[in-house]
């Protein structure tokens, strides 16, 4: 057997309890969970299964393929747990949406696996109005409506000629979206004009499909006065990122890694650390060598900024300032405060004391890049949910 040398732990209780704080947000409208790219880099099985458990039913994938791994995963969990009833009757209830829609040929995909694609251009919506009529099936879908972030989405025009020439694709639409620019931003004055452009769009489209769902707020978006529409699709703050930058964290961490030291050296006053001598030592330093760099995430901009944290013998807890540039595979810490810390023990990198956010912004970047930077040697554990 190998041994492992970093985990990425994922607090699964941790996560469960971020989307049950985002729900209570959303309430009464229902709460989704975005699990695209891998659920952020956490593992999309693991996570979407413990979400299912909480009740979540509505997930959102960037593609087809995305959706059909996500599909089969959990049609293997209700296999797993016996095909009672009520296992397949949940698993039926479960949406898939593909918030990139399809590009030519993923059609079948979206039918076969019963994914729900999120039709962003008018040429994508007749693409799938045809493909619909001639499986000879009312094949659910939705529309994305461009309110102004100029990325994914129908324009007001199209989404009226939308309403004008496919009348039957409007009547199979089971959801109308659309995406903040800047609900990260709450007195930015975008977030009342995409609200204002979305409200009118679905008022529109009611008129013809009255039971059409609105879905707007991201996780951010669920901290906005906003109206909160039918469905959420919160992401990142599930997985520990602050919805609201610059305010109390109201969500819970859910990733912690440590990292274990290689080697510990000792240096002079007046030596240099790491490549291109960036970093010359003041005084005669005690330094450890931490297997991780940035080929695992940590991205160089982060120096001089990241830390390392280690305890004592005594239990105090000491933050380690880095020494030289993080390189692919190693990163330097000075430990000469911290004169316990010996090879084969282990600093922490992520966690309540350097979340993902605070990591960061040491490199000048969001939670969001952290997160889907984690590489893929680190190998993903699970704290599970307690019963
Ligand atoms: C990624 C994404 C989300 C989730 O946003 P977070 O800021 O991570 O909560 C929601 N909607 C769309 C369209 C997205 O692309």
């Not at 057997?1 to 209780?13: G, K, P, Q």
């Not at 059609?107 to 076969?112: A, I, M, R």
């Not at 109308?176 to 609200?195: K, T």
């Not at 305890?311 to 990163?331: E, F, K």
Request: net charge neutral.
């Amino acid at each position: 057997m190998v041994t492992e040398r970093a985990c990425l732990w994922i607090d699964l209780a941790a996560l469960v309890d971020n989307w049950r704080t985002l729900a209570r947000r959303q309430a009464p409208g229902a709460c989704g969970a975005v699990v695209k790219a891998n659920a952020y880099g956490l593992g999309m099985q693991t996570v979407a299964e413990a979400l299912q458990g909480a009740g979540c039913r509505h997930f959102f994938v960037s593609n087809p393929q995305e959706g059909v791994a996500l599909r089969q995963h959990l049609n293997a969990v209700m296999t797993r747990s016996g095909v009672s009833n009520g296992a397949a009757g949940l698993n039926l209830l479960t949406q898939i949406y593909v918030l990139q829609g399809v590009v030519e040929g993923e059609e079948p995909l979206c039918e076969d696996w019963d994914l729900i694609p999120v039709l962003v251009s008018l040429p994508m919506a007749r693409r799938w109005w045809n493909f619909s009529r001639q499986s000879g099936r009312s094949l659910a879908s939705a529309l994305k409506f461009n309110t102004g972030m100029n990325r994914l989405g129908l324009s007001e025009q199209e989404l009226a000629e939308v309403l004008d020439r496919f009348p039957g694709l409007v009547a199979d639409t089971v959801l109308l979206m659309s995406h903040l620019a800047c609900a990260d931003e709450p007195g930015h004055p975008l977030n009342a004009l995409q609200l204002q452009r979305f409200s009118e769009a679905l008022h529109r489209l009611r008129q013809l499909n009255p039971n059409l769902a609105g879905s707007l707020a991201n996780s951010s978006g669920l901290y906005l006065p906003h109206p909160r529409f039918d469905l959420a699709r919160p992401g990142a703050g599930l997985y520990g990122v602050n919805p609201c930058p610059g305010l109390p964290h109201p969500l819970k961490p859910v990733v912690s890694l440590a990292l274990p030291v290689l080697q510990v050296q000792l240096a002079q006053a007046g030596d240099y650390v790491g490549y291109g001598a960036q970093t010359r030592l003041e005084r005669a330093s005690r330094l450890v060598v931490v297997a991780g760099g940035y080929a695992d995430g940590f991205f160089r901009a982060a120096f001089p900024a990241l830390k390392a944290y280690a305890d004592d013998s005594v239990g105090q807890v000491h933050a380690l300032p880095l020494a030289g540039r993080v390189s692919m595979d190693a990163l330097v810490f000075d430990a000469t405060d911290c004169p316990d810390l010996r090879e084969g023990m282990q600093v922490r990198l992520l966690g309540p004391e350097q979340t993902v956010d605070a990591l960061a912004a040491a490199a000048g970047t969001i939670g969001y890049e952290v997160l889907t930077g984690l590489g893929e040697r680190l190998r993903r554990r699970y704290l599970p949910v307690l019963p």
